[in-house]
């Protein structure tokens, strides 16, 4: 009971108050952090996970710089990688419950028992099949996935080897712990929500900052110095990028939207000139933890005070488009069938809709239910197949596109708004944009 207090209390402390300042907590903090939001989903997640699958026993095996990335969701905050080879093992055991086990050179944090003594075994493999011995596990589950490269982790060498050294009568146990990964990386627990609202909040305030009249000079200031403002910005608050930035317009020429060329260089290095509609898709990183969010401004011209009624017209569309697709969220509902439902009811409304949204949580472009993607909008194979399940966060991420007889062409307002899939449906962690930015 103590310990459950303590936790509660330490991540109250450091996700909630300091948080909700947002002065980023100094990195000793972050390793507490860290470190007890492990522990808490390897003891209360982990075994619910186990139980719900059917696993017995849970190996991910990785070596130093050729990480599982699964096991970099599990390693002490202090820890950037394995050290030589690091075996992690769970067994879910009848009478007490899943035991964390470290069958590696050093003692791997504070969540998981020492299981390897070199002194008395020098062989690391002997070690573990000792262990597995020892448990009798009906199934033994590694980290091997077609469709999801976060559950794939199981390089070919330790495979190889850990199948040289188990004894033949394990070898038909050994299954994928595909169904086991994907949830383990895709569940969100309480403190975890609390960072993450904070952290989406933040990064609404940074795309706010950046598209303004303090950062942006009409007529000087381009696509590219906006881009490397955003690094900037991030590194100066000691937070970081999951991925660089991308800022792209639009605006009354000629120029035909690229969906690919928006996204991998915004255009070029555009400068930024009064009536453009400006676009960023921004991620932070923090606490292990990511967003992923895109939103426009307008840039006024002389005279205006709010945006032309058609641009904010068409950002209402984009909100409808929000709005039908969760609305069509239902636990245990596929990717594929939510993304084609979504399509059709979007099209009856008279949108021309692009649905692209995926998982949000240790990777940015997470494990879990994919619900589309800008260049596979008849359902995805594998990852679209995949079944919503409750306590999961996704980023809300899709484009409209509307013809603006103002500037004889078709443009598209593409949101990436962040959020959370529970009991009660879909809500974001810090509201949506349904306003355009001004830059005056």
């Known amino acids: 009971m103590f310990y459950r207090i303590a936790i509660t209390f330490i991540l109250a402390i450091y996700s909630v108050e300091s948080l909700a300042q947002w002065q980023p907590l100094p990195l000793r903090e972050r390793a507490a ?55 992690l093992a769970f067994v879910n055991t009848p009478n007490e419950g899943v035991k964390a086990l470290a069958i590696a050179p050093y003692k791997v944090g504070n969540s998981f028992e020492r299981a390897w003594d070199k002194a008395k075994q020098p062989d ?80 609404h305030r940074i795309i706010a900052e950046g598209f303004s009249s303090d950062v942006i000079e009409i007529g000087k200031t381009t696509t590219e110095d906006m881009q490397w403002w955003f690094r900037e910005k991030v590194l100066a608050i000691n937070l970081q990028t999951w991925f660089h930035p991308s800022v792209a317009i639009q605006r009354s020429d000629n120029v035909k939207f ?116 800008w260049d596979q909008q008849q359902g995805v194979r594998g990852t679209g197949d995949h079944p919503l399940h409750y306590n999961t966060a996704y980023s809300i991420e899709l484009n409209n596109a509307i013809y603006i007889n103002a500037w004889q062409k078709e443009i598209r307002i593409m949101l990436e708004e962040d959020a959370y899939f529970d009991e009660r449906g879909i809500r974001y962690f810090d509201g949506r944009q349904t306003e355009l930015l001004l830059v005056k």
């Not at 050294?165 to 383990?184: D, M």
């Open 258 to 373: 690229d969906h690919e060329d928006s996204f991998t260089n915004g255009y070029g290095d555009q400068i930024i000139q009064q009536g453009d509609l400006l676009h960023v898709d921004f991620g932070l990183t923090y606490l292990r933890l990511n967003t992923d969010t895109q939103q426009h401004a307008y840039v006024l011209q002389k005279g205006e005070t709010q945006a032309p009624n058609y641009l904010t017209n068409a950002l209402q569309k984009g909100n409808l488009l929000q709005d039908i697709f969760t609305n069509e969220f239902t636990k245990g509902r596929t990717g594929n069938a939510v993304l084609k439902s979504s399509l059709e009811k979007a099209k009856a409304k008279g949108l021309k809709p692009t649905i692209y949204s995926h998982p949000l949580g240790y990777h940015g472009h997470g494990a879990g239910t994919t619900l589309g993607m």
């Open 124 to 203: 690391q493999w002997q070690a573990l099949v000792d262990i597995i011995n020892q448990y009798q596990p009906k199934n033994i589950a590694l980290n091997e996935s077609e469709f999801w490269g976060h559950a794939d982790g199981l390089v070919i060498t330790d495979k190889r080897e850990l199948i040289d050294a188990l004894p033949q009568k394990y070898h038909h146990r050994l299954v994928s712990a595909e169904p086991l990964a994907i949830a383990w990386l895709e569940t969100r627990i309480a403190p975890e929500l609390d960072i993450m609202e904070n952290l989406v909040a933040q990064a």
């Open 33 to 87: 952090v860290i470190d007890n939001i492990t522990e808490q989903r390897i003891k209360q997640l982990l075994p619910k996970l186990m139980d719900k699958h059917g696993v017995d026993m849970w190996l991910i095996i990785s070596r130093e710089y050729n990480e599982d990335p699964i096991i970099k969701t599990l390693l002490p905050a202090t820890w950037h990688s394995a050290r030589r080879r690091t075996i």
